[in-house]
C-alpha cells in the first residue's frame, strides 16, 4: 500500500505563503502523476494541479501564476509553493499519487487510487 503524509499546512492573512510537502512511503509503486486536489466546506473537490514523472507540469487556472510544484525525488517528496493566498483558497489540501497522466485525474477521466489524509489552510481576509 503507497502512503501519502501531507504537511505544511496552516492560517494565513490573504497575500500570504505556504508550502505543502506530501512525502510518500510503503509499497514501491511505479507511479505517474503526484498532485493536490482541495475541498473546501460544502463544495465539490477540486484540483489544484500536479507533476508528471517527466516533468510536464499541470495547473488549474484558478491557482496559475501563484502556486507552484516542485520535487525532491530522493525524499519522495512534492511541493506545493502557496504564493499571494486568497481567502478563497481556504480548504483542506490532499496530494494523491497514481500510475496515469495528470491530464487524466485533472479531467476526471480517472480517480487517484493513493491519498493522504489532507492538511488544512486557511486564508484571512
Known amino acids: 500500500q503507497v502512503q501519502l503524509v501531507e504537511s505544511g499546512g496552516g492560517s494565513v492573512q490573504s497575500g500570504g505563503a505556504l508550502r505543502l510537502s506530501c512525502t510518500t512511503s510503503g509499497d514501491f509503486v511505479e507511479t505517474n502523476c503526484m498532485g493536490w486536489f482541495r475541498q473546501a466546506p460544502g463544495k465539490e473537490r477540486e484540483g489544484v494541479g500536479g507533476i508528471d514523472k517527466g516533468g510536464t507540469r499541470f495547473y488549474e487556472d484558478s491557482v496559475k501564476g501563484r502556486f507552484t510544484f516542485s520535487q525532491d525525488n530522493a525524499k519522495k517528496t512534492l511541493y506545493l509553493q502557496m504564493n499571494n493566498l486568497k481567502p478563497e483558497d481556504t480548504a483542506m489540501y490532499y496530494c494523491?499519487?497514481?500510475?496515469?497522466?495528470?491530464?487524466?485525474?485533472?479531467?476526471?477521466?480517472?480517480?487517484?487510487?493513493?491519498w493522504g489524509q489532507g492538511t488544512q489552510v486557511t486564508v484571512s481576509s
Open positions: 494523491f499519487t497514481d500510475v496515469g497522466y495528470c491530464s487524466q485525474y485533472f479531467s476526471g477521466y480517472y480517480a487517484p487510487r493513493y
